[in-house]
């Protein structure tokens, strides 16, 4: 059974800095895998899919990495801001077209 | 597109009383999925529909949970009868063609209370 695991829980930081999250994959036999954005009380956005032929993709300051091999997947933010502060989930699309989910990293970006 | 639609956004519904969620894909999207949010477990896949046919049910977690999707355009999800522990923020999904190639895009969900 696939099971994604995203560590911290939640992350705070100062405005401008870069940072790194982290989603680490039990099956490698994936599809793709789906970086979300989620604020409070709202649904999920999508940010960046990266095909498991592809290594990484890039969206504005968003940068994702893949590595299928080892099970691990990273969402890169540059220059942090105020405004990225939400909740950001990392989907893995495996067996039966199914998503299956991380809990997500709360980030709270301090100005 | 207005993106896919949930209705209600919220409902609080007494123990024991049927709830009926609804849900309007993207138009053209043929995969539609159902899932579930909460603290202690996350999002859960509830189940998918491809074509308007459910593929995959697994996730449905009691006989009291049922979904349909009579055509393209709308979906539901029902639960009959309610209880406290379905309290949750349930979503609904839509993708085009393989979901193994495109991305799902979500609805706002509908945040169930069970009192």
């Known amino acids: 059974k696939q099971e994604v695991t995203q560590i911290p829980a939640a992350l705070s930081v100062p405005e401008g800095e870069n940072l790194v999250l982290n989603c680490s994959f039990t099956?490698?036999?994936?599809?793709?895998l789906q970086w979300f954005r989620q604020d409070p009380g709202k649904g999920l956005t999508s940010l960046l899919l990266?095909?498991?032929?592809?290594r990484e993709q890039t969206s504005g300051r968003l940068n994702a990495s893949l590595d299928k091999s080892s099970g691990r997947s990273t969402l890169y933010i540059a220059a942090s801001q105020p405004g990225d502060s939400a909740t950001y989930l990392c989907?893995?699309?495996?067996?039966?077209?199914?998503?299956?989910f991380g809990k997500g990293i709360t980030l709270s970006v301090r100005p | 597109d207005a993106g896919v639609i949930q209705s209600p956004r919220h409902e609080v519904t007494e123990m024991g009383q049927e709830v009926t969620l609804r849900c309007k894909p993207i138009?053209?999207?043929?995969?539609l999925f159902w899932y579930r949010q909460t603290m202690m477990r996350g999002l859960e896949l509830l189940i998918y529909?491809?074509?308007?046919?459910?593929?995959?049910d697994s996730g449905m977690p009691e006989d009291r949970f049922s979904a349909k999707m009579p055509n393209a355009s709308f979906s539901t999800l029902k639960i009959q009868p309610s209880e406290p522990r379905d309290s949750a923020v349930y979503f609904c999904?839509?993708?085009?063609?393989?979901?193994?190639?495109?991305?799902?895009?979500f609805g706002q969900g509908t945040r169930l209370t069970v009192v």
């Open positions: 999904a839509s993708s085009f063609l393989n979901p193994r190639a495109t991305e799902a895009f």
């Open positions: 099956d490698s036999a994936i599809y793709n």
């Open positions: 990266i095909q498991s032929s592809q």
């Open positions: 989907a893995v699309n495996g067996a039966n077209s199914k998503l299956t």
């Open positions: 138009s053209g999207h043929d995969y």
């Open positions: 529909f491809n074509n308007n046919v459910p593929i995959d």
